[in-house]
């Protein structure tokens, strides 16, 4: 690909020198010095092509330090990338974060080529459900509207009336009149939004090799029905995490995103969205948190709050976000990869549930 005179010009505007003195700057204290210079000379090549290929970057606050506080053009929560993804004007869409926020920009702006700069970038609660258990679960319960995290595929999306988020979970299940919603698939987020909005919740149950619901013959009265997805990385935090964590540090604030159990959410001082997170953090007076959530948000927020000492538990990592590198971010614009497209039929569909969601906040 050729670069244009107006990359040029940017080029000599930032050389690898500046780019390299303003990481050190930021990221002395999270990312060893040998690493800054060479992820230096890749993210001047990224500024470079991003511009001559007229992208924005979505960067989820996931992202290692040296990616996440570099090419991103808006970084946040997955609410807050969809909606920047909605409205971008730009051709191209580079995410940097899992396939599903790929597809939700894709949804939400088909006219843009978006990328994915891996293939592998999944996630366990996308993988923990079907459009086929969706068209199951409203089968057995008619009329019942089916609220979805947006950690879902599109198909998924595309059988739901509205889809949620980390943020607005509460917000969207007590939109609804009816009393009784189905809530897919995150079983602990399910869980706690069911404590926060006072619904008793009940869940499939196997029978027979089949799953089957717990209340064939009785009359429960039941609020939320849900599904037993979980995040691989949230559901490993325990009340032995935030104990230790207390004995050692009383000083410690402790924040939980709400995929962690329910008993650790209760346990926690604040519950919130990985952005809702980074703000307490930074307009707390407190110097000392322990974060249950990815390790990576720990090191981007000492980078941009170095006054604060977070308190990790980096032995558990998400596998999929992690996927996601300045290497392959390059490559990603370089070679035009992966490209995530989604069917006509669904993406109409999907978008439906996507922008219900939009509209609540
Ligand atoms: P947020 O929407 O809070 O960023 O969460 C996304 C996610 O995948 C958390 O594990
Ligand atoms: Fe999915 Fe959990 Fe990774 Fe978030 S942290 S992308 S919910 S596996």
Not at 34 to 62: C, D, P, S, T
Not at 69 to 77: A, E, L, Q
Not at 225 to 231: D, E
Request: with cysteine.
């Amino acid at each position: 690909m050729s670069i244009s005179p107006f990359v040029e010009e940017k080029r000599t505007a930032k050389t690898v020198d500046d780019i390299y003195q303003e990481m050190k700057e930021k990221l002395h204290d999270v990312v060893p010095d040998f690493e800054l210079r060479y992820k230096a000379e890749l993210v001047q090549k990224i500024l470079e092509l991003k511009e001559a290929r007229n992208a924005v970057i979505l960067g989820h606050n996931y992202m290692e330090p040296a990616l996440f506080h570099t090419i991103p053009d808006f970084k946040g929560d997955s609410l807050e990338l969809a909606r920047r993804a909605a409205t971008t004007e730009k051709d191209i869409i580079v995410f940097c974060g899992v396939k599903f926020m790929a597809e939700t920009a894709k949804i939400l702006n088909p006219d843009k080529t978006v990328l994915l700069p891996s293939d592998k970038a999944g996630c366990s609660l996308a993988e923990s459900i079907t459009a086929q258990d969706v068209r199951r679960l409203k089968m057995r319960f008619p009329g019942v509207p089916v609220v979805t995290y947006i950690n879902t595929y599109a198909a998924v999306k595309a059988e739901s009336d509205i889809c949620c988020t980390s943020s607005n979970a509460v917000k969207v299940v007590e939109s609804f009149q009816t009393e009784t919603v189905i809530f897919l698939p995150d079983e602990f987020l399910a869980r706690n939004v069911a404590r926060e909005t006072g619904k008793h919740i009940i869940f499939p149950v196997v029978r027979n090799g089949r799953w089957d619901w717990p209340l064939e013959d009785t009359e429960l009265d039941y609020q939320m029905i849900g599904w037993r997805g979980r995040c691989e990385v949230h559901e490993k935090f325990s009340m032995e995490d935030v104990e230790n964590a207390r004995r050692q540090f009383p000083d410690v604030v402790v924040l939980a995103h709400p995929e962690c159990p329910p008993e650790v959410v209760e346990a926690a001082d604040f519950s919130g969205s990985t952005t809702a997170m980074v703000r307490y953090v930074e307009h707390s007076s407190a110097r000392r948190f322990l974060l249950l959530t990815e390790c990576s948000m720990g090191d981007n927020i000492i980078a941009a709050n170095p006054d604060k000492e977070m308190v990790r538990l980096c032995s558990v990592r998400c596998p999929h976000m992690n996927q996601i590198t300045l290497e392959d971010t390059l490559k990603a614009l370089q070679l035009n990869r992966y490209v995530i497209d989604v069917p006509e039929s669904i993406r109409i569909r999907a978008l439906r549930a996507v922008q219900r969601m939009l509209e609540i906040g």
